[in-house]
């Protein structure tokens, strides 16, 4: 893991714990919504980051309620409550990728998934919420699509979401590579 990526991670307890960002301040009435971006080669790092932060941050305010959602588990999660999981793995072996992909479509529209991730995150009885797996869920769920579907659902909790690829401040680039529509209402969790 190179110096400056540390050096990031080592910054989120601080950010995550201060006042400012439990309350949204600053954020000229824009939505809370977070993105600590990273290496996609760096993934296993960050996700025992996450967890070391979770633990922290819970010995550090104990007061604080933090969810934490794995995108791509919600996905199978979601898919087996439904009965679709062992159908699409099935159409896969058969038919193919571009096959499954577009039965699983209208299933995984983003605006369903961002309410079964409403309904897992509870933001409405967190403090922040935490969301990884996003690579992970690639191609079965594109991540810009979902947070503009999350917009109306997390309220005033704040989200950050752990993304394996690149943000500007205006647009996403999943593993450094494939670029995202423009994606602006989001926050550089830390520089």
Excluded: C, W
């Excluded at 540390?6 to 307890?13: C, G, H, T, V």
Aim: hydrophobic share 40%; glycine share 8%; proline share 5%.
């Amino acid at each position: 893991m190179n110096e400056a990526l540390k050096e990031r991670l080592n910054k989120i307890l601080d950010r995550i714990t201060s006042p400012e960002f439990l309350s949204n301040a600053g954020l000229g009435n824009e939505i809370g919504f977070y993105i600590f971006d990273y290496p996609s080669e760096a993934e296993l790092e960050v996700r025992q980051h996450v967890e070391f932060v979770m633990d922290k941050a819970s010995k550090r305010k104990p007061e604080l309620r933090i969810a934490h959602v794995n995108l791509f588990q919600l996905l199978v999660d979601y898919l087996k409550e439904r009965g679709l999981l062992e159908k699409a793995l099935a159409m896969q072996k058969d038919k193919g990728d571009e096959a499954m992909f577009k039965a699983l479509r209208g299933p995984l529209h983003e605006e369903k998934i961002a309410k079964e991730f409403a309904k897992a995150a509870q933001p409405e009885s967190h403090d922040f919420v935490f969301m990884t797996g996003v690579g992970n869920a690639y191609p079965l769920l594109r991540s810009h699509t979902l947070l503009n579907n999350l917009h109306p659902l997390m309220g005033g909790t704040p989200l950050v979401v752990f993304y394996p690829g690149s943000y500007d401040g205006q647009g996403l680039s999943l593993f450094g590579k494939m670029k995202d529509n423009n994606y602006y209402r989001a926050f550089r969790l830390v520089v």
